[in-house]
């Protein structure tokens, strides 16, 4: 004759030395089951050798209660959610923990069962996952920004570095400051700034101040001569500076 009563008493002490705290024993009000015998809960997660499950969004109880000839019968079963999981689910798992429970009639099956709910949860979840990480691909890809225009070369590179070497040189010629080009004008005093500079002396100094004099009376002075000369003082001093770039480098 069978011994029930120590067949389930050496399967919770081997449930319990295996599963250590995810094993307890609760009281039957809170097991959603139909008996008053002793109920156990058992916390099940994903497949903990799974890195991808390593924190988990998803968790379950296993709820059971041995019946008076168990394991020749099923026990009684009950699923719940503790974290992240729907109603349909649940039930879609407990008719298939059920259906198991009735193949294994004649053995203790409790732990059978509890492998069987990891692997489920594991596959359940990994296909929502998948499901999510898909979504977020396709997100990501509606965002990718399409580049317009014309693809950059060699040549249309050099071209437009010649063009803005070009252009810069221009601007900073605009913008020289005067002082830039005084050493150039300096150098040429024209023959009054000789004489009034004291570096004439005597007689020539007073011949070339009378000449000077007359001089200026009769020049008619205009406007653009002094462009002229100081367009070609900024370009000498522009090319000057490029040469000595160039030597340079």
């Not at 019946?67 to 020749?72: A, M, V």
């Not at 400051?177 to 700034?193: F, H």
Request: contains cysteine; negative net charge; glycine residues 4%.
């Amino acid at each position: 004759m069978t011994d029930y009563v120590q067949e389930q008493e050496m399967e919770i002490e081997a449930l319990e030395a295996i599963l250590m705290d995810e094993f307890k024993e609760i009281h039957s009000s809170e097991s959603g089951l139909n008996t008053s015998n002793r109920c156990f809960q058992i916390t099940i997660s994903p497949q903990d050798d799974d890195e991808e499950f390593s924190q988990s969004s998803v968790r379950l109880a296993l709820i059971f209660s041995h019946t008076k000839k168990y394991p020749d019968e099923p026990p009684l079963l009950n699923v719940s959610s503790l974290k992240g999981i729907h109603s349909g689910d649940l039930k879609i798992l407990k008719e298939k923990l059920e259906q198991e429970a009735g193949e294994n009639l004649g053995m203790a099956m409790i732990y059978t069962l509890v492998s069987s709910a990891k692997d489920w949860l594991s596959e359940r979840f990994a296909q929502q996952t998948g499901e999510e990480d898909a979504e977020v691909d396709e997100a990501k890809k509606e965002e990718v920004i399409v580049p317009h225009g014309e693809a950059v070369t060699v040549e249309t590179f050099l071209a437009w570095r010649e063009r803005f070497e070009a252009e810069l040189a221009l601007e900073k010629a605009k913008l020289m400051p005067d002082s830039a080009l005084s050493v150039s004008k300096e150098k040429k005093l024209t023959g009054r700034q000789w004489f009034e500079s004291g570096r004439a002396s005597g007689k020539a100094a007073t011949a070339i101040a009378e000449e000077s004099d007359e001089d200026v009376d009769d020049i008619d002075f205009d406007d653009d001569d002094f462009e002229d000369d100081e367009e070609e003082d900024m370009l000498e001093h522009y090319l000057a500076e490029k040469t000595g770039s160039a030597s340079h480098s």
